[in-house]
């Protein structure tokens, strides 16, 4: 009886140890943490990128065109039918970022330099190295797809036409050096948009992993060359 008992006992706990590691076997933030190296580096940046986190502010579009961010962990389209004909537009003045005005209801109408702190509210957050840098969305170039993979998700990135919606390009692969100047040290590093994933306020799941991992990971990946997934 005792011994019956046992046997169902550790049964379970090698049920319950074999199910613990194969979710952790799919966790790629777990994989790169214990073993960092170009191909899990990137393997966990992918799995970021296709988080409603960012793929939300990133947008989708649509039959007809229109180009619109989703919301929540359903990532359905954002309420009040907003869309690029509302975005801020910025440019730069110096080291400050300024809007373009003339847009009657854009994102910073509602999306203030910090989140709101009840559900349902609109998220929100800047930070001091980049001053004047609100809450926006990027070109359709960027559309982060739905089902996009690592390696299609990496050769996007270190392709310039689809990486800077400025003139300064921001390398790629033929430029690693601009590439791990603005897209490591500066854009993974200091824009607040991308530091807000892991800080999305109240009722948002935040991305996976942590940021300081996340900016690790980036430059694990771009010092090894910035292989792709094969
Ligand atoms: C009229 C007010 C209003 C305007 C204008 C507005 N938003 Fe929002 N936005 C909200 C509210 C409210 C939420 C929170 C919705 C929720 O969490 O259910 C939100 C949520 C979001 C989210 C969801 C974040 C997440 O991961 O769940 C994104 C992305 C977003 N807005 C982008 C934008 C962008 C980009 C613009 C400008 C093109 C914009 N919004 C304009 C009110 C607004
Ligand atoms: C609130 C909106 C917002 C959120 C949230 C956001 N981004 Fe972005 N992202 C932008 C904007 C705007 C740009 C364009 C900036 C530019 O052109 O310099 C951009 C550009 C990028 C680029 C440049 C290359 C390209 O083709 O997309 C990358 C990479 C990127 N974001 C990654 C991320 C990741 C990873 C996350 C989540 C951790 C994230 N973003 C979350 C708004 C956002």
Redesign the pocket.
Known sequence: MNTLSNVGISAIALAISTLAFSAMAKDSYQIFIKQPNANTAFQY?HQ??I?P??Q???GQVDEDGRFYPTVGEQQLPHPMNITTANNVVLFKDGEIFKQVPGVALSCSSCHQHKNGNKRGMPPGNITAEMPGFV?????K??V?PDGITAQQLCE??LDPA?????LVQ?GGKDDLVTFKRE?HEH?VTL?P??A??WSPGPGREK?PGQHQD?IRAVGVWIDAGAPCPQ
Request: glycine share 0%; net charge positive; proline share 3%.
């Open positions: 940046i970021v990128a988080h986190r960012c939300n502010c990133h809450w926006h969305m990027p070109q170039n960027m982060i996007k990135w689809h990486n800077s919606s400025h921001r897209f854009h824009d948009l991308v807000w994933s991305a996340f």
